[in-house]
């Protein structure tokens, strides 16, 4: 049988090889080697300021948005250089879906914000995009919350709900993974349970990167942990093995809480 962290290594379906990562002249990643296993969750953890988001975000090349970026290595979707100058980064992003930290539903109603990437790929039918609402919003676990109330602002949602809101817009396209940034917290315990239930369910059908600052939701809901410290990877593996018997005495000293 498979150990965990061997599935992982032979099929992953995003991958850094050796990815360094510059904002001007400050060197933000260092040489980091990582893969997200499909259907798989794997949490990315470490102290402020080491690169969690920048690492995401390189996932989908949202870092472009930062210029000047600068990178070195390679960041691969399926075996394929997502560097390529040939890359189509509008279809990039819609395989590799984002949530951010900060609820950003658009000022429109609930059903507008869900609806708004299948319209921009050219989905027109009404009833093909109600069935589409309600499928997202029902992965998103808002459904029941919300059916009365699909014309309404999406700003009128609680905090909780709005961000239950932008994962439903971010699966609304079919994404094959999805990448989520601290989507929890700004969110009370309830809401983020939540938001952790439905991560473990929609895993069957999307590989899931989640960037978080709480330990416990890591070990809570991931299948594979990557610590990083100062840019670089210090350790990656199954959760449960890098929680209980870390490798290396820098993960033992952050999970300990011994900084950060
Ligand atoms: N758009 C940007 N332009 C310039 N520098 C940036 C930019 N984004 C991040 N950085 C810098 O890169 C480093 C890594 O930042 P990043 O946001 O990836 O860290 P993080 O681990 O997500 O931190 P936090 O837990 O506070 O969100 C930091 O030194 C940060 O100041
Ligand atoms: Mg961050």
Known sequence: MKRESEAVAIDPVLQTKGLSVWYGAHQALKDVDLGIGVNRITAIIGPSGCGKSTLLRCFNRMNDLFPPIRYDGSILFHGQDALAPSTDLVALRRRVGMVFQRANPFPMSIFQNVAYGPRLQGIGNRRRLEEIVESALRRA????????????????????????????????????????????????????????????????????AIVTHNMQQAARVSDETAFMLNGKLIEEGPTRALFTSPRERLTEDYITGRFG
């Open 141 to 208: 676990a808002l459904w029941e919350e919300v059916k009365d109330r699909l014309n309404r602002s999406a700003l009128g949602l609680s905090g909780g709900q709005q961000q239950r809101l932008c994962i439903a817009r971010a699966l609304a396209v079919e994404p094959e993974v999805l990448l989520l940034d601290e989507p929890a917290s700004a969110l009370d315990p309830t809401a983020t349970a939540k938001i952790e239930d439905l991560v473990l369910e929609i895993k069957s059908s999307v590989s899931v």
